[in-house]
Nanobody, 120 residues
């Protein structure tokens, strides 16, 4: 089984910073895509940033230049550094990963979600 465990959310003032972490564990053969989505009540979950195994990273227009996605392959961990946070960034953030398991199957996996609240 594969599990994504995320952490790092919390309350921060506008202009502040947070770093989210997400560690994948279990019967992992390879991690192909890894990144973050976010969701606010009443709206669809939306892409924030995703890094692809083939290279390259996609950022939402609303976070480009403020958020930075990184990955530590040795630890099967992805990080989302969030700077210059705005109230509009308030959401539940979900780690996402496309993983090929040791059994040879690819699946989309999701973390449990962590709340990020940006407020004065």
């Amino acid at each position: 089984q594969v599990q994504l465990v995320e952490s790092g959310g919390g309350l921060v003032q506008p202009g502040g910073s947070l770093r989210l972490s997400c560690a994948a564990s279990g019967s992992i053969f390879s991690i192909n895509h890894m990144g973050w989505f976010r969701q606010v009540p009443g709206k669809q979950r939306q892409l924030v940033a995703v890094e692809y195994a083939t290279g390259g990273t996609t950022y939402a227009d609303s976070v480009r230049g403020r958020f930075t996605l990184s990955r530590d392959n040795a630890k099967n961990t992805t990080y989302l550094q969030m700077n210059s946070l705005k109230p509009e960034d308030t959401a539940v953030y979900y780690c996402y990963s496309l993983i090929q398991t040791s059994a040879g199957w690819q699946y989309d996996y999701w973390g449990q979600g962590t709340q990020v609240t940006v407020s004065a």
